[in-house]
């Protein structure tokens, strides 16, 4: 059978494809096909936004034309026939306009690294598309499916709000109470309003927008005939109409239905799976029908979660509050169904039978009993959705030639109610840890049960309904004695194995009876309403905070910062607030990153080959599946290293695992293919076999093996035995503080091309290092480093994750390029680069400080235990800097700190934002906030009384000097009425039961150098060419952190030319040679320094022209210099004075400087969900003279957010053998829009020039970050408030709180009865599902 065309648009162009194949995503075509490469991956599974486009299309059921937004790497090319894409390349270029989307979050400094920056465009496009002037809360909820790592979100949000109807400024008229001008009376700093101007911004002009290709508009009447595609693997059918699909599902019962290809994307992708026989049924009017019944609304299994969201909210407004109990309950779970991507494409029949045990819908549509019409050629059958549906894991009741036609959502009826409940760890587009729908139906007009459904997901491998249980509840009166009963039924029905997949086997099942008290609680809130008597229990009011739902406040941020001096000249950039230099390319999708490199003609793809296994004898590689896949071309190994196969910074690790694998995701060979796609499929069909050896995965399990890298770290300081006899209390505990993944929006990418002669080979990669890149490449290949050209020029975030751990990639690239003498290209998937990369090392403190009554600390041992894995790595840097950073800010006279270094079977851990720092630092406030509630006395007031002063010198006897903590510290506690609202949270707290605050101000000080005085050296070269222009080269990259923009601004001012004339085009090792890594906080200091000497180089050569001309301009000045033979380069370098620690004297400074900070947040928390909403945070950062205010301030927010995630939010799973469960967005949670601080308020400390850097400023990347401990602690105390409530159980006042603080966490942590109901004993030879590393 002949093959069909698809036939589709693209950015108005119409695009014929004559072998569309279904394996092929959308986002593989752009990028590949139509070398659109503006659209990024950045996960390939719908769960980050960085592919989002617009789709269009004639919409034959509401016979208009539709815009949504989707994900690109889930939409296969074959759905798209007769549709209209957008991508951000189509809306606008710096080239000719930018569209208003594109310049709004350029200039309000939106777009850092710019890897989402066209995903979130799109998004906001598409949003304005359908609404010209949305609200706040659309706009933040257009962007559930967007993620950035590096900006914190606020300043995207804060430039996308001037297109609100409700979100301009007001100008202070006094309509908007979280009013920027509000500010004005608690702050003494100069009030700015804005970091970027609206009034400069083009007005968004709708009739501006491209129009619906009018051929396609043409077609909208013309009937629709079936499509057939043939892939190399895969066929796709396209029926147009009922009878043709059910004809073809009796033809091919084993056919699947694809409609959003939110589920099967996933599964071909990641599971490996291959679906030969595909049939689409969007196009059916039957499986598109919505039709109000008398009984309910039915919606056709096709229709999209979006509009059966929009169809539910109309049926709410319309129709009587008590027949829409159940819509209320679905709309309850779409609002934090994924993102808009999604549930623009995503069907509600998918989402029925994929049958996940997690599905947010199939709980709702049990309990409210749901009615299912199933057909196939022939038959008709309708089916209540109830506890037989699912007979087992994925499974339905369907037969494999029936589909699903449509789903009738029930009206409720008098004295019915509904409620639905989800928790998960992040609020916005996460999958549920438990998730349900309850119902209940009272006999008129009494609060007697009629009947009672509750049904659960996340409870067992299908979705299940509390039978058991509900069933004796029949003629029960909805009392005390119902709720006792419920709960102890749900306590035996729901039971979970210690040992259950997912693992919070405790958590998991005080769900059950937390979300049925709520619903318990609803339901008596409504049923008062109704004023009934008889045998019905009152809410007390305390009780209420459990009924209400998670509401959205309105954002409230204000950034303060110090404006330039008076007569500072206009041209004159550094100190203001320049937009990064690349964000209008960055958010038309014009800026090139690695992959986005065309490629090469005879370009080859390389996939990595990595262990399964943790630690085992490698006895067996057999490749011979790997080579009937297409394309194939050679698998690489050890064997194939010409030069040493032995890499890493210490010289300890391979390039490829010989014999033996220390770790799962250890890279044991590769295979090169002619295409990605061949190259995943070749690397499946490698099959090694093992000898399993002992492994150590934990913190506990090292210990206890004596299994270390090195030996112990010691800093240690006065006389810890007579410390701890002159205190008055000591106190000793434990801490865990878990790891974390970098999740830069780009993975790790390399692309090599040999280049024929002597060796010699040119690398593009992603990485924050060209030296280590460039240095291992030489050393595997065995040629000198002068052969090895590493260009970097841009990276889509670093975070450290790419200071050393890129060169693992790299160096298997290059193996492969020497081989093949082709040019190699790989791009990690997102599962592999969290599986293999490593992260920030999980640290296990066990602490013991002394004290006196008045809070003074006086004593202190902590021994720091940080799971490095299988490699050293940077982990002894790492250790070091915790060591560093044990004191946090605070004076203590008697002090120890020793670290070791866990060697795991874990892939090595590595370099992130902080670098041990913020781990060393939440222990010391651990202990602190111990220390104060041991006393009695409110924690900061203990806090500041053991901060250090000016002069003091710190456990390592470094000197504090220019100490501006005590500033940023009183500036934090006025602006953020610290006092007030801590007696406003007592008041709250003592009003709510179920709902509790909490309130903490942390101060920071982070050390600023590489530990390693070598490292802080920089160099810079400059050419400056006879029109005048500059070219600058440094040995910093570009990730995000808008260093070039800084470099521009500091060479601008020290030449006093516009910065217009200069111009950097990459960072690579044959501009500037043996550059460290772009990481410490320091690039800016050192590459700064070495510029300006560049600079004062020229300018002296200068010096002559300008004398014998001085009115003259730059171009005469330069031109002169060249006629008369006068160099125009100069390189600059600058090392940093006076480093050089010694731990055996404990002298010397490690450090050249500190930046100080104080954050104070605020916090609710959910007792009953472990949910919690940051309510207001307040930053006070000491910057220096800040470079550019902007950028320091993305760099403070975005620090801050990151932090967020590290103590709150972002969770590693591994699974007892050492195997990452959490390798994608859908499993570890990063912060999203959702999650930042509804209020935000960030000040740069005035008049606090740094004399140690350039043109007074400091380093600021990573001091920000452990500001966000004050969230963490903030919950603390509300868990404390919430412990303190609890009567029932005697509770100590100390309790332990490993970091991050998840709704797990928390929710374990505010004992109550429901909790203690649900302990679940672990038997001894129990393998739970995850181990705490
Ligand atoms: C990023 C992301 C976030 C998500 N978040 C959530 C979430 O919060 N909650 C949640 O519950 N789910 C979530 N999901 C899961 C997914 O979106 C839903 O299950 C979705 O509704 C599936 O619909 P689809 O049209 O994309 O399914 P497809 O992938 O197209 O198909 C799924 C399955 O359904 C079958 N099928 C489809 N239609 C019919 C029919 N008419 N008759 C018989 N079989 C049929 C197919 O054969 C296939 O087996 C998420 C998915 C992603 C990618
Ligand atoms: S790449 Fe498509 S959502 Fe992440
Ligand atoms: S700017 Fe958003 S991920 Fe870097």
Redesign the pocket.
């Known amino acids: 059978m002949t093959a069909d065309e698809l036939v589709f648009f693209v950015n108005g162009k119409k695009v014929v494809e004559k072998n569309a194949d279904p394996e092929t995503t959308l986002l593989v075509y752009l990028r590949r096909k139509l070398q659109l490469s503006g659209t990024k991956l950045g996960c390939g599974?719908?769960?980050c936004g960085a592919c989002t486009v617009m789709l269009s299309k004639y919409d034959r059921f509401q016979n208009k034309i539709v815009h949504f937004s989707a994900n690109a790497c889930?939409a296969p090319i074959c759905s798209l026939h007769h549709v209209a894409v957008t991508t951000v390349e189509g809306i606008g270029s710096t080239k000719s306009r930018l569209h208003p989307v594109q310049e709004r979050i350029s200039k309000s400094h939106g777009s850092q690294c710019g890897f989402c920056t066209p995903g979130i465009v799109m998004s906001m496009y598409t949003l304005l598309r359908n609404q010209p002037e949305p609200t706040i809360e659309e706009i933040e909820n257009a962007f559930q499916?967007n993620l950035c790592r590096c900006t914190g979100y606020r300043a995207i949000l804060q430039g996308f709000r001037t297109f609100a109807r409700d979100g301009g400024c007001c100008g202070g008229s006094g309509d908007n109470p979280n009013c920027c001008m509000n500010q004005k009376k608690d702050s003494n700093v100069t009030l700015l309003p804005s970091l970027f101007n609206p009034e400069e911004f083009m007005p968004l002009d709708p009739t501006q927008e491209p129009i619906f290709p009018p051929e396609l508009l043409r077609l909208k009447d013309v009937p629709r005939k079936q499509l057939r595609f043939e892939g190399e693997r895969v066929t796709w059918i396209q029926a147009s109409t009922l009878k043709e699909l059910l004809d073809l599902k009796a033809q091919y019962p084993e056919a699947?239905?694809?409609?959003?290809?939110?589920?099967?994307?996933?599964e071909m992708k990641f599971k490996n799976k291959l679906f030969p026989m595909i049939v689409c049924?969007a196009w059916i009017p039957e499986?598109n029908a919505v039709e109000h019944g008398p009984e309910g609304i039915s919606f056709g299994?096709?229709c999209p979660?979006s509009s059966v969201e929009k169809t539910l909210h109309e049926a709410v407004d319309n129709l009587p509050a008590y027949k829409t109990e159940v819509f209320k309950g679905v709309l309850e779970q779409l609002r934090?169904?994924?993102?808009m991507q999604?549930k623009s494409?995503?069907?509600?029949?998918?989402?029925i039978?994929?049958a996940?045990p997690?599905?947010?819908?199939n709980p709702v549509f049990m309990a409210s009993g749901a009615k299912l019409t199933i057909v196939s050629t022939g038959t008709k059958r309708m089916v209540r959705m109830d506890h037989t549906f699912f007979p087992g894991y994925r499974k339905t009741l369907?037969a494999p030639e029936e589909?699903?036609l449509s789903i009738e959502i029930p009206y409720s009826r008098e004295g019915e109610y509904f409620s639905a409940f989800k928790q998960a760890s992040r609020r916005e587009?996460?999958?549920a840890k438990v998730t349900c729908g309850m119902r209940v139906l009272f006999q008129p007009e009494t609060a007697q049960v009629k009947e009672l459904a509750l049904c659960y997901g996340g409870m067992a491998d299908r979705t299940i309904s509390a039978l058991k249980t509900t069933r004796k509840q029949t003629a029960s009166f909805w009392n005390k004695e119902l709720l006792q009963d419920v709960c102890a039924g749900l306590v035996e029905e729901l039971y979970l194995s210690p040992d259950a997949p997912g693992g919070m086997v405790e958590f998991r099942r005080t769900l059950t009876l937390s979300f049925f008290f709520k619903f318990y609680l609803t339901v008596l809130q409504k049923l008062g309403k109704g004023n009934l008597e008889n045998n019905c229990a009152k809410l007390d009011p305390t009780d209420a905070s459990a009924t209400s739902l998670f509401q959205k406040d309105p954002p409230a941020n204000v950034q303060f910062f110090q404006e330039v001096p008076e007569g500072q000249s206009e041209e004159d950039m550094v100190g203001r607030p320049l937009p990064h230099l690349a964000a209008a390319m960055q958010a038309s999708g014009e800026a090139m990153y690695c992959d986005d490199i065309p490629r090469y003609e005879n370009e080859l793809s390389l996939r990595l080959v990595t262990s399964t296994k943790a630690h085992a004898k490698i006895t067996c590689i057999d490749i011979s599946e790997a080579q009937k896949v297409p394309g194939f071309v050679c698998f690489i190994s050890a064997e194939d290293v010409p030069g040493s196969n032995k890499t890493g910074i210490f010289n300890d690790e391979t390039v490829f695992a010989k014999d033996e694998v220390t770790c799962v995701g250890h890279i044991i060979g590769a295979v090169v293919t002619d295409t990605p796609e061949h190259a995943q499929r070749a690397a499946q069909g490698v099959k090694i076999t093992y000898e399993e050896l002992p492994a150590i995965i934990t913190i506990e399990d090292a210990i206890k093996n004596n299994s270390f890298h090195g030996s112990e770290l010691k800093i240690g300081k006065g006389d810890l035995m007579k410390g701890f006899s002159e205190a008055d209390n000591i106190v000793s505990g434990e801490v865990h503080v878990g790891g974390q993944e970098h999740f830069y929006l780009e993975t790790h990418c390399t692309i090599a091309v040999p280049k024929g002669e002597q060796g010699e080979m040119e690398l593009f990669v992603s990485t924050q290092n060209t030296m280590k890149t460039q240095s291992f490449v030489a050393n595997m290949l065995g040629v000198p480093a002068n052969r090895i050209l590493v260009r970097v020029k841009r990276i889509g975030g670093g975070f450290g994750g790419k200071e050393t751990r890129s060169t693992v990639v790299s160096t298997a690239v290059a193996l492969a390029a020497h081989k093949t003498g082709r040019p190699v290209r790989c791009m990690l998937d997102r599962d592999e680069d969290m599986l293999i990369t490593g992260g920030r090392h999980p640290f296990l403190a066990k602490y013991k400080v002394g004290f006196m009554k008045d809070g003074k600390v006086v004593a202190l041992k902590v021994e720091h235990y940080s799971n490095a894995g299988n490699t050293l790595d940077l982990s002894q840097s790492i250790m070091e800097r915790a060591l560093f950073h044990m004191d946090n800010c605070y004076k203590i006279p008697n002090i120890l700190g020793t670290g070791r270094l866990c060697k795991t079977n874990l892939p090595s851990n590595t370099a992130f934002r902080g670098f041990g720092g913020p781990q060393g630092m939440l222990i010391a406030e651990y202990w602190m906030s111990e220390v104060a509630l041991t006393c009695g006395l409110p924690a900061e007031e203990v806090r500041r009384k053991n901060l250090y002063k000016e002069g003091d010198l710190t456990h390592f006897n470094q000197k504090l000097e220019a100490f501006t903590l005590s500033r940023c510290w009183d500036e934090c506690l006025a602006s953020s009425q610290y006092h007030a609202r801590r007696s406003e949270i007592d008041k709250f707290n003592e009003e709510n039961c179920w709902k509790k605050r909490g309130l903490c101000i942390i101060p920071t000080k982070f050390g600023i150098s590489f530990s390693i005085p070598f490292l802080n050296q920089a160099g810079a070269l400059i050419h400056v060419y006879t029109d005048g222009s500059v070219l600058l080269a440094h040995g910093g990259m570009e990730m995000g952190q808008g260093l070039h923009t800084k470099m521009i601004q500091v060479a601008s001012r020290a030449l006093k030319i516009p910065i217009s004339k200069i111009y950097i085009s990459e960072t690579s090792t044959n501009t500037v040679p043996n550059t460290s890594p772009t990481a410490a906080s320091v690039s800016s200091d050192l590459n700064g320094q070495a510029i300006y000497e560049a600079c004062q180089t020229i300018l002296k050569r200068l010096e002559p022209f300008k004398k014998k001309n001085p009115t003259g301009t730059w171009e005469e000045w330069v031109s002169a210099a060249y006629l008369d033979a006068v160099s125009l380069s100069a390189t600059g370098f600058y090392k940093t004075p006076n480093l050089g620690y010694s731990f055996e004297t404990n002298s010397g400074n490690p450090f050249h400087y500190f930046s100080y900070g104080v954050a104070c947040s605020e916090v609710e928390i959910d007792c009953l969900t472990g949910d919690h909403k940051n309510l207001r945070t307040n930053i006070v950062m000491d910057v220096g003279s800040s470079l550019n205010p902007a950028i320091d301030i993305g760099q403070v927010e975005g620090a801050f957010v990151q932090g967020l995630g590290l103590f709150t939010l972002e969770e590693l799973h591994y699974s007892p053998e050492g195997s990452l469960h959490t390798r994608g967005p859908?499993t570890y949670k990063i912060p999203a829009f959702g999650s930042i601080p509804i209020e935000f308020r960030v000040s740069l400390l005035r008049d606090c020039p740094n004399k140690k850097a350039i043109y007074a400023s400091k380093g600021v990347g990573e001091p920000p970050l452990f500001l966000a401990a004050s969230i963490f602690f903030a919950i603390k105390d509300a868990i404390r408030a919430a412990r303190t409530k609890n009567a029932d159980c005697k509770m100590e006042k100390l309790f332990r709180l490993d970091s991050p603080a998840t709704p797990e966490k928390i929710r374990n942590a505010c004992v109550d009865r429901f909790t203690t109901l649900c302990v679940t004993g672990v038997p001894e030879n129990c393998k739970p599902w995850s181990v705490r590393v």
């Open positions: 599974e719908g769960g889930l499916g699947k239905l694809v409609v959003g290809n939110t589920e099967i994307g996933i049924p499986l299994a096709s979660l934090w169904f994924a993102g999604v494409v995503a069907s509600i029949g998918g989402n039978i994929t996940s997690i599905s947010d819908l369907l589909i699903l587009d996460d999958i859908s």
